[in-house]
């Protein structure tokens, strides 16, 4: 006789949350300009061809990663950690461990851009 295994259930601090949100539609529209910008035949760079990929992919990482972040919080399950006094969103933890691996994707792909002398963030 086997047991059925409940799928875990983690916590996230709602601030850190929305910290994650706000980065990643700030990552997501400047990254869609970016694209604009290498599309335009004023740049036709080298150096925009091989980041252009690089860029598409951290637009479909964005969206992936606010995707799954809304998947959750659409009807938010809501915990107080009772160190903190702060509110927690409860995620399965299949969900936490695709952010971490979208968002580590995202880490990657924007150093790459950065080593291309292209950014992603507000100066």
Do not use: C
Request: zero cysteines.
């Amino acid at each position: 006789m086997t047991e059925e295994k409940k799928p875990a259930i983690l916590a996230m601090p709602k601030s850190y949350v929305d910290e994650i949100l706000e980065e990643t539609e700030e990552q997501k529209l400047i990254s869609l300009d970016l694209i604009k910008d290498m599309t335009s035949e004023a740049s036709l760079a080298v150096s925009s061809h091989v980041a252009m990929p690089i860029v598409a992919q951290l637009i479909w990482l964005n969206y992936s990663i606010i995707q799954s972040i809304n998947v959750e919080i659409k009807d938010p399950i809501y915990h107080t950690n009772e160190d903190t006094g702060e509110e927690e969103y409860i995620f399965a933890e299949r969900t936490i461990h695709d952010l971490q691996s979208l968002m580590l994707a995202r880490y990657y792909a924007v150093s790459e851009l950065m080593r291309l002398s292209h950014s992603v963030s507000l100066h």
